[in-house]
């Protein structure tokens, strides 16, 4: 069977990931990886032995390439989409699908005129605790949702090493967009209205003009959510994030805790949590739900089938979090677009 051709846009640390996993996948051929860092894309290429460049017209341009996953930092996700869209490229495109809802309904406009399928990477979806809790809200077990909570946050270095972008986003648009699915995807409902408060304060004195931390309450149709996010974790922190999400049901419980991944290390000065269920090497072979999404596209594309995650669904996303923003700067309710 012949192999479909992908590329990779950004290839930072989550572009990596999506390199790795065409890399091995023997479904296709990783064919060039794209970075505006002309040492990193030559990294990257020469470690998952493909082609390399610092121009996405070159994947553009090439007939070849079915499959291109969009990695670039999140507020410059619209450009490098359309392009490939509107080449008849079929796109996977790392969460959030923009920072404005402007640029999400631009890239969703051009996916549907090229005709390209389009899907954005949620990859919580597949997070097997996060499966179950739907297997068994859907089954009834916990009788209807009526409230839910929820923690997600990152180590400080996440904010002052990892990204030189980091003053252009935010914990909310970096880390909210996972919580905010896994809540409408549990629930099937849609958010109606946002209050949220934050701080500025740790990061900006460390010349990072962007929140430390953000709490929000949704209003749902029929339910309701309180989500917090932070980016200023202390370095002593033992796992590299907190996550953790509970739903409230008329007739039961559930309780999420993935903070501590079920393996500690105490050494010689470190005591550490390592996040190991979202990927990792076992045998040689790429194990976990980060890479599930990546092969899941690959097969939608495959057997021309949709994606489980809808264009729509990653709209709406971005639309809440917008508002998340909005009541922020504003200090009042801010209402959601459905």
Not at 193 to 215: C, M, N, P, R, S
Not at 239 to 266: A, K, M, P, W, Y
Not at 302 to 310: C, D, Q, R
């Amino acid at each position: 069977m012949k192999k479909i051709k992908t590329a990779v846009v950004g290839v930072g640390i989550f572009g990596e990931e999506h390199a790795a996993v065409y890399a091995e996948d023997e479904r296709v051929e990783l064919a060039i990886v794209c970075d505006l860092n002309e040492k990193r894309a030559k990294e990257i290429g020469k470690k998952y032995n493909c082609s390399w460049t610092t121009k996405t017209g070159d994947i553009a341009t090439n007939k070849e390439i079915e499959i291109v996953s969009i990695a670039t930092p999140d507020f410059v996700h619209r450009d490098a989409a359309i392009e490939m869209a509107s080449s008849g490229k079929h796109i996977i495109v790392e969460k959030p699908l923009a920072t404005t809802v402007q640029d999400a309904e631009a890239i969703i406009s051009a996916a549907k005129k090229a005709k390209v399928k389009l899907m954005v990477d949620f990859h919580n979806r597949w997070n097997p605790p996060f499966v179950r809790a739907k297997e068994e809200i859907e089954k009834g077990n916990i009788g209807k949702p009526l409230m839910l909570s929820g923690k997600m946050s990152d180590r400080i270095e996440v904010a002052t090493k990892w990204f030189k972008w980091s003053g252009k986003s935010g914990p909310h648009w970096f880390l909210f967009p996972h919580l905010i699915d896994l809540i409408c995807w549990l629930t099937g409902e849609k958010v109606l209205d946002v209050y949220a408060i934050g701080k500025k304060e740790v990061l900006k004195k460390a010349g990072i003009d962007t929140y430390d931390l953000v709490q929000a309450m949704l209003k749902l149709e029929n339910c309701f959510a309180t989500v917090e996010t932070s980016w200023i974790l202390p370095s002593t922190w033992p796992s590299l994030i907190e996550f953790n999400l509970s739903v409230h049901g008329t007739e039961g419980r559930i309780d999420i805790d993935l903070t501590d991944q079920g393996l500690r290390i105490s050494g010689k000065n470190v005591y550490n949590m390592p996040f190991i269920s979202g990927k990792m090497e076992i045998y040689d072979r790429t194990h976990g739900f980060v890479p599930m999404p990546i092969k899941h596209f690959i097969g939608c594309v495959l057997k021309n089938k949709e994606p489980l995650v809808k264009p729509e669904e990653a709209l709406l996303n971005v639309r809440i979090i917008e508002a998340i923003t909005k009541s922020l700067q504003k200090g009042e309710v801010s209402f959601v677009k459905t």
